[in-house]
């Protein structure tokens, strides 16, 4: 395991993100039964938008922080990605990747099973990619800001494209939609 990997680990396998990410992953299952039911209030999908939020902070501004790296800057979009899977360290940036579209589906979730249960309107799958893309440059902003970290084009495309999956699994568990009506 590499350096990098470590860094994943330590981020993602710890009490703090598996406690949060276990009552995450209760909140959502709420807005399934309430979105499948036609039901709903905006309690859970705050109460897990709050979650999601501390845990989003924790592993990308307190762990990170406790590291002795100092910032790391890529602005080329997928380059930092493809070097990395043509190198030695491949499987540490498919980890990364992975870990950085993984971070981002709950935002997608909520979003889609709060607005179907509240409003019977989805909101759009684009507009889950802005809001991923805007959340997710506040994160690379605040990195860069506070000086450690990883602030790169290739974290807010994986964020983004993590908010549009999560929207697209909400869309399809909490109302049944056929994939034909996921595009507007």
């Known amino acids: 395991m590499g350096a990098r990997m470590t860094s994943l680990v330590r981020s993602f396998v710890n009490p703090v993100t598996v406690g949060l990410g276990v009552v995450l992953i209760g909140l959502c299952a709420v807005l399934v039964r309430q979105a499948r ?9 705050v ?12 592993v990308t501004l ?4 406790s590291s002795q790296l100092p910032v790391r800057v890529g602005l080329m979009p997928l380059v930092d990605t493809v070097r990395g899977l043509r190198s030695g360290a491949a499987e540490n ?9 993984a ?6 979730l909520v979003w889609a099973l709060s607005r179907a249960a509240v409003t019977g309107a989805d909101g759009g799958w684009w507009r889950v990619g802005v809001g991923g893309l805007g959340v997710s440059a506040l994160v690379e902003a605040a990195q ?24 697209v699994v909400g869309m399809r568990v909490g109302r049944g939609v056929r994939g034909s009506e996921l595009v507007p």
Not at 103 to 108: A, I, M, S, T
């Open 37 to 45: 039911a036609g039901k709903g209030s905006p309690g859970a999908g």
């Open 47 to 58: 109460a897990a938008l709050v979650v999601w939020v501390s845990v989003l902070v924790y």
């Open 62 to 65: 307190v762990v990170p922080s």
């Open 93 to 101: 940036v498919l980890a990364a990747t992975v870990a950085n579209v």
């Open 103 to 108: 971070l981002f589906v709950p935002l997608g």
């Open 144 to 167: 860069w800001g506070l000086g450690f970290g990883a602030v790169t084009s290739d974290d807010l495309i994986a964020n983004s494209a993590g908010a549009v999956l999560g929207w």
